[in-house]
């Protein structure tokens, strides 16, 4: 239980933010919640908060500031922009901890320009977070948390009342702690996409739904996403855990990032192209789930049919398997290509194996053979070549059924890439060569 | 004009095999045509050609036989399968015309089953087309024939009769036809998906379709399926030129090879989901031109809507040239993908780019950048990241509406792939290098 004296001001009550915030009132400390969208702010009000109609008067005497509005725009208009702003108010030396994921040059440009406005005083955190609302709400998100020393240790005991033992502290300074989120949502955003292609596919195939989730969650292709979105589709429900948009916004960040470091990411980009159709087709502000309308546009429903079907299913079923071998194919990619990315951007791989392996970007194949990277140990079951007749099986039975798969595509091409480069006959981790630079390998590394 | 004598077989009178078989007629030969669609024989028979109801019947006492059926299944099923099969009244010595487009392997099958049943005289000719409906019915088909001297020089006269000037002979024994014709789909089908993914941008941009239309077709992003499939966008037109299925087999038959030869092919991979997507939509059996739905789902009709727009547009309008650079860097690495593919296979590449640059896998990046391959002299207006910062400015404005860029956002990748391996500051054309197996650069070569 932290000291109920001092104030904290929250921006953002949004579906994290309102969790957050109100379970900082649960641990006593007196809150003062902001946000654009007033009938939140009478909920807050209910829940024991004060609130602000502007953010200039949230911030008001308040040694805390929180930001958790949806963007790195939001934040820079809520911070500077007019008569209202922030920055007017700013207590002398207040921690200000800006949770919201946004792209990882924001932060030092957020710094930068409170010290062109004579605010060095200003003690700036880069706190992204993840875990989802249930974790926002009882205080156990994961917190990547970065920039000096002093600010961080200011920030410590806000950041521990919403993160509980799940506070990660970032070296590098301002920026680690968003590119850590970075290179997390490059296998969130494609462990969501990957859902709705594996489910889409069993529908496709016509397999009883229910059971092949409760199978293929048990098999090596599985993941967090996997097991978290795929019951949101088994039931007639139009709740919204996620919103597509915010996976989008995400995704976009990463592709931006991978773009400034001149670093391929093809399943971050393919995972892109594929949200962007889910927008298009209008799923953008339902839960992400909904994506797999973009995979089955005549019966986006076909799941929830295929749900009660009473037929038995069989672990080796041959169809399923080609599912999780389309998963696991895939999974083993966006695992490689997330860790190249954390070492190019110069974070410490066996944190990022750490923070990965525990959150939502986690899954069984990440798990399995991250470390393998790490200790250069590089013995797997499987060689390059076996995971490329795998993903040739998967797409050969969806070419015959015209069903996309667009991810495990993708994969198959990175891992008939490494083979051609000669790395066919070695084990299938071998695939992070792919991002090797002129300047040599990236892995193994125990540490940066 | 030919001899009139000898008798001609052909077997498949869909909207390509129609034309040529009528042309062949209108070359005063006589010609017995079968197929399986019964008001098609009747429409033949009017055109002055004879009927059949068997495959048996239709090659009897023909010295010539031209297979232009759909699929490679359906020519084994023809000539081998059951008592109506072509097989057992196959004329001895009789030269035998495969035009349909099936997989590199499926010529050399169909020789050595002749072979087995005791038919070693049959003197087979691989023979794929290309060219449309147009040119099937004038007699002006691209083929590409390969197989024994002895067979292509019997087949000469009517092949002739069906090309005119464009019957090119391929060096490599059978398959090497097929293989030819593989290698000009990677071009026509990803140019028939970058025509939608291009014009939906056009769309979503909301420009004026048809002088956008005009203005592409004039720049460095055109291709010969642009210029040729637009057009059907533009006016209420409900004509089948081509239908979505004719090309998702095509992509279908380019990928395999992919797979047989090890070869990542990553845009022809992202064009065959981008198919299948489309006949998961419904489009299989229209015209492929619609396959823009798949990218403008909730307004597949815009394209239309805008051609009306009386608004005037600019050569240099920034969101009309985004447009362009998006064709201009997907249809350079397509140029790439599609001449290593041939190289790979071993065509000659000289002959590979004659062909293609004449034919409907043209484009202006690939007529204007294969000869520096095949030169060696590797000079280019722009560098890989030149066209990395072109793409670039196309997908951050795509992002920013949502709108998904599949090809272009791939095209990227390989040359992020390439600027990451060192090659960013080397000319455009450089993206060759990503194909480089452990034995070396696939280009120059002059000749294979």
Chains 1, 2 share one sequence.
Request: with cysteine; hydrophobic share 45%; proline share 6%.
């Amino acid at each position: 239980m932290a000291s109920s004296s001092p104030k904290i001001a929250f921006l953002g009550l949004g579906a994290m933010g309102f969790g957050m915030a109100t379970n900082l009132i649960k641990l006593s400390h007196p809150v003062t919640g902001f946000d654009v969208w007033k009938p939140t702010l009478e909920r807050f009000s209910a829940a024991g908060g004060s609130t602000a109609t502007t953010p200039r008067e949230c911030v008001r005497d308040a040694p805390y500031v929180v930001f958790m509005v949806a963007t790195a725009a939001q934040i820079m208009s809520a911070l500077f922009e007019g008569p209202d702003a922030a920055v007017h108010e700013l207590k002398e030396g207040v921690s200000l901890m800006l949770c919201s994921t946004g792209p990882p040059e924001y932060v030092p440009l957020i710094q930068g320009k409170l010290k062109e406005l004579g605010r060095g005083d200003v003690l700036v955190v880069d706190a992204p977070v993840s875990g989802g609302t249930i974790r926002a709400a009882n205080g156990t998100l994961s917190i990547f948390a970065a920039g000096e020393e002093k600010a961080v240790e200011a920030a410590k005991p806000i950041l521990n009342d919403m993160a509980g033992s799940n506070l990660w502290l970032i070296p590098g300074g301002l920026g680690a702690g968003t590119n850590v989120k970075m290179v997390h949502q490059v296998l969130a955003g494609i462990h969501i996409a990957m859902t709705s292609e594996a489910m889409g596919f069993v529908g496709k195939l016509g397999l009883p739904s229910k059971k092949a989730f409760e199978l293929l969650k048990a098999g090596e292709g599985s993941s967090w996403m996997f097991e978290n979105r795929t019951p949101h589709l088994l039931v007639e429900d139009k709740t919204i855990y996620s919103a597509l948009n915010i996976i989008v916004k995400d995704i976009g960040i990463v592709t931006a990032g991978g773009r400034s470091a001149h670093f391929p990411l093809f399943l971050s980009s393919t995972t892109e192209q594929i949200l962007a159709s889910g927008v298009g087709a209008g799923l953008g502000l339902v839960d992400d789930a909904n994506l797999v309308g973009v995979y089955l546009p005549q019966d986006p429903t076909a799941i929830l049919k295929l749900a009660s079907l009473p037929e038995p299913l069989a672990a080796d079923n041959a169809e399923l398997r080609l599912v999780e071998k389309a998963m696991a194919g895939v999974h083993l990619a966006a695992a490689a290509e997330a860790m190249c990315l954390a070492a190019k951007v110069g974070l410490d791989a066996k944190t990022m194996f750490e923070i990965i392996s525990t959150a939502a970007g986690a899954s069984k194949m990440f798990v399995k053979k991250a470390p393998l990277w790490l200790s250069g140990e590089w013995k797997s079951g499987k060689t390059v070549d076996d995971v490329i007749a795998e993903l040739t099986e998967a797409i050969e039975e969806a070419n015959r059924l015209k069903y996309p798969l667009h991810l495990a595509g993708t994969a198959l091409q990175l891992f008939e890439l490494a083979s051609m480069k000669g790395q066919g006959k070695e084990p299938d981790v071998a695939i992070v060569r792919i991002w090797d630079g002129p300047n040599g390998p990236l892995y193994p590394r125990e540490s940066s």
